[in-house]
Structure formats: C-alpha cells, structure tokens
C-alpha cells in the first residue's frame, strides 16, 4: 500500500524514473537494450523493467510495476535474513523498517535499479545463512541459489557490490574455523573453500549470460566504460557529507527508531519488573541462529562497513539513491536491539511521522503542476505517434510520447563526456518523426548556446516559455 501512490503518480518522480519509463515504452515497440536504447545500467535492468511493463498490462503506469514488486521481494529478503539471525520479532521490525525508510521508498516507488538490486542481494545474504543449517549438497545448492540471486543483483546494477560481502563471508566462516581449529582438517577446509569459489562463478556466468543477447561490446560501452569515465573524480569527503545528509534527511525513522529503542532496552536491562516483560525472543542478536556463521555482529559490521566504504571512496559520482544500499544491513541491526512491547511501540509511534515528512512528494505531491503541467497539456495537443525529445525524459513519457533511443537518456553524464552534443541533438529532431523539442535544464540541453538557431534551420518554432532554459519547440510540419 506504501508503494501504490507513487505507482499511480501522475508525473515522473526522479529523472530516472523518467528515463527507464521512457526505456521501457520503446521496448514495447520491439526496440532492444543498449543494441537501440541506451543503457547506463548494468544489462538485466531493462529486460525486468520490460518484464514488470509487460505484468502490469502496458498502461502508462506500468513501467513502475517492477519497484513495487522489489519492495515485495527486498520485504521479504530482509524478513528472512533477519529471522534466522533474531527471531520472528526481529524479522518484522527489520522488514517494515527497510521498506519505509525514505532511501528504499524512492528506488521501490518510482522505477529504478536500485530496488531490484537490492531484493536479489539481500535474498542472496537470507540463502547464505540458511544454507548454513545444511550440510553438504546442500550448502552446495545453497552456494549456487545465492550466487544466482547475488549474479542478478550485480547484474541489475552493479554499483551493489557490497552485497557479495555478507554471502561470502558465510560461505567462507567454516573454511576459516576450519583452519583454525587445534587439529586442521585438510579435507574440510577444501570441501568448504569451493563454496565461495562457486558463488563467484556462478555470479559470473549470470552477469555474462544477461549481457550476451544485447551485443557485449554495447553493454561494455554503455554500463561499463560510460561509468568509469565518469568516475575519474572522486571525493570521499564529499560522499560522506552526503552519505550522511541523505540519510538524515530521507531515513530519519530509522535513526529514530534506532534512538528510542536503545533507550528503552536500556531502561528495560536496569528494571527487573521490565526485564521479566521483555518479550524479544530468546534467540536474539546475542547467539546467531544458524550454525557454521559468523555472529550478527561480524555478519551487519562487515556488511555496513562495506557498504559505507564502497560509497564514500569508490562510487563517483554518488548520487542520493544509492544511499539505499546502507539500508537492509542497517535495518536489520537496529531489528536485534532487545526491546519490550512497549518499547517497540513508542519507537515506531514517534519514528512514524517522519516517514510522510520526508516522502511527501512520493505519498501526496504526485501530480503536475505549474510550469510542468502546462507543458505536458501542450505536448498532448501533438499529433498521435509523434516523437519528442526532452532533457527530462519523464515530461515526454506522462504526455504518452516517446522519444528516440539515444536520447532516452539525455543525463548531465553523457554531455560532458560528449557523448550527447549539439549536434548529435540537432541530427535527432531532424528526424521526421520528432514533432517537439523541450528544453528545460539549463545542466542539460539549456547548455546548448546554439541549439535554438539550429532548430530553426530545421523548421521548429518556439511555442511556449516559462523562463530562460525551460521552452517548448514545436515543428508544424513533421510526419508521426
């Protein structure tokens, strides 16, 4: 039900919701990823982003069906892990705190990669730790689910690869103990060793296996190279700034939560009438409840360490959205904090607000208006089948235009390495398809200086302005 205004939002939510929805409405046409829609994503995204279009009944708000069935998955993949490291209690609150935190809301709400990176992730961490109850083929069968399930994680989006810690440090605890323990069993440590060496090779041959049908070479330019280019600059204090204020200001429940649950646990620990109503189960944070894993706390500490130092010191640039990621590890921690009924109440009573406050847009403020929504009228007056061409892809996709496949994706990214010019924009609206042109990022195509007088050349006139880089071109002769 949190997931169902933003699926019904009447605008684009983020640029990128925009930008896959618009993806997504040129693949129902038969145009395929990265071969003729451009894709900065890692090569499994669009075909699921396709597959959710195609379950949600090609409306205009299907493209969105994939997030809500992630934040379905990602629920469920964080109740499972949090279950068998603290009980039932501890897999509720884990799963209701890292679907509604603000950071998961806006990658599970709107259409992006994030969310169903991050389910297929934490379902492999949830696989991993329940394989430790097997023995055998078992782990075996436990090792290949989780490498497949990690494999379409990295596959989704490959900025997640924190995700492979957590999955490979269980898979690699019995060969550790293995070696340590005070008579060294050769035989056991091998039989362990190929665990984790399974789990990589099968996350490989996932990750080749969705880039195969869609020219390798194109997946490697546009999901690989596009991003490293890109990466060039990096500012570890700056992504800790924002590291920190996005999570201040979009996951403030969770702190809060976290704040008050500690509280109370404390007050419950030095009141025994409390402590003997203290209802958390006896298999709490305390004593993991698999065998063969590390402790929640090496299990969470390495998984957040990871996450944090991935984001602060590798990703660039960082973008809000993949804060998400610090999210399930996070969530299941403060989970196994021991708190009473009671305890449990007041925290989620007080943490609750937070949840509209910083998710306004996603829950209430989901429709036009201003300056967008004139634009989007004029757009809908353009001729069926006509084209646009927009630098906010997401104002073509809710007037029920599409766009071309190079221009889907018409990021600040792509312009500064070159990869989107004037030029290139020009040899777009030439087409004879395309009826309209819309500026409206002075970042984007507002950094055009002649991009006006080049349009007209090609017979566009403006039509409407609302300001210096937000303006509507229209061509009066063109052939949808």
């Not at 109740?79 to 068998?84: V, Y």
């Not at 900025?159 to 008579?183: D, H, K, N, Y």
Request: hydrophobic share 50%; charged share 15%; aromatic share 8%.
């Amino acid at each position: 039900m949190s997931r169902l205004p933003a699926y019904l939002a009447d605008r684009h939510l983020s640029f990128d919701d925009g930008t896959f929805a618009s993806s997504v409405l040129l693949m129902r046409q038969g145009a395929a990823p990265f071969r003729e829609v451009f894709s900065s994503q890692a090569p499994l995204f669009l075909p699921l982003a396709w597959l959710g279009d195609l379950l949600g009944g090609r409306t205009l708000n299907s493209p969105r069906t994939l997030g809500v069935v992630s934040a379905v998955l990602l629920a469920l993949a964080v109740w499972s892990a949090a279950r068998q490291l603290g009980g039932r209690r501890a897999a509720f609150v884990a799963a209701v705190l890292a679907t509604t935190a603000g950071s998961v809301l806006r990658v599970t709400g709107p259409l992006a990669a994030d969310g169903p990176a991050l389910a297929f992730g934490t379902g492999a961490v949830a696989v991993a730790l329940r394989s430790c109850r097997s023995a055998g083929s078992g782990r075996i069968r436990g090792a290949v689910l989780s490498g497949l399930l990690l494999g379409a994680s990295l596959a989704t989006k490959t900025i997640e690869v924190p995700m492979a810690i957590p999955v490979l440090l269980v898979f690699t605890w019995p060969a550790f103990r293995a070696l340590r323990a005070p008579s060294p069993d050769r035989l056991s440590w091998w039989r362990y060793a190929t665990e984790p060496l399974l789990v990589c090779l099968t996350v490989l041959v996932v990750y080749v296996a969705a880039a195969l049908p869609w020219s390798p070479a194109k997946v490697w330019d546009q999901a690989v190279r596009y991003r490293a280019d890109a990466a060039v600059d990096r500012d570890p204090a700056g992504n800790l700034a924002k590291l920190v204020s996005t999570s201040i200001t979009r996951d403030t429940s969770l702190w809060v939560f976290a704040a008050l649950g500690s509280v109370a646990a404390l007050v419950a620990r030095r009141s025994p009438h409390t402590r003997r109503r203290t209802e958390l189960p006896t298999e709490a944070a305390s004593t993991p409840a698999v065998e063969e894993a590390p402790s929640p706390g090496i299990l969470l500490g390495a998984w957040l360490a990871a996450a944090v130092a991935w984001l602060v010191f590798v990703v660039s640039p960082l973008f809000r959205p993949h804060v998400s990621g610090v999210v399930p590890p996070l969530a299941i921690a403060i989970s196994l904090i021991p708190v009473t009924r009671r305890g449990l109440a007041l925290a989620a009573l007080a943490a609750s607000p937070f949840i509209w406050l910083q998710n306004r847009e996603l829950i209430v403020d989901t429709s036009y208006s201003g300056a967008e929504a004139q634009l989007v009228s004029e757009l809908r007056r353009l001729p069926e089948g006509a084209l646009g061409l927009s630098d906010e892809p997401g104002l073509l996709w809710r007037a029920g235009l599409r766009t071309t496949g190079d221009l889907v994706d018409p990021s600040v990214l792509r312009i500064r390495q070159g990869r989107i010019t004037e030029k290139s924009v020009v040899e777009q609206a030439a087409l004879p398809r395309v009826c309209a042109v819309v500026v409206w990022s002075s970042d984007r195509f507002g950094s055009f200086e002649n991009l006006p007088a080049l349009l007209r050349q090609e017979g566009f006139r403006l039509r409407r302005r609302w300001g210096a880089h937000r303006v509507l071109y229209t061509r009066p002769v063109c052939s949808p």
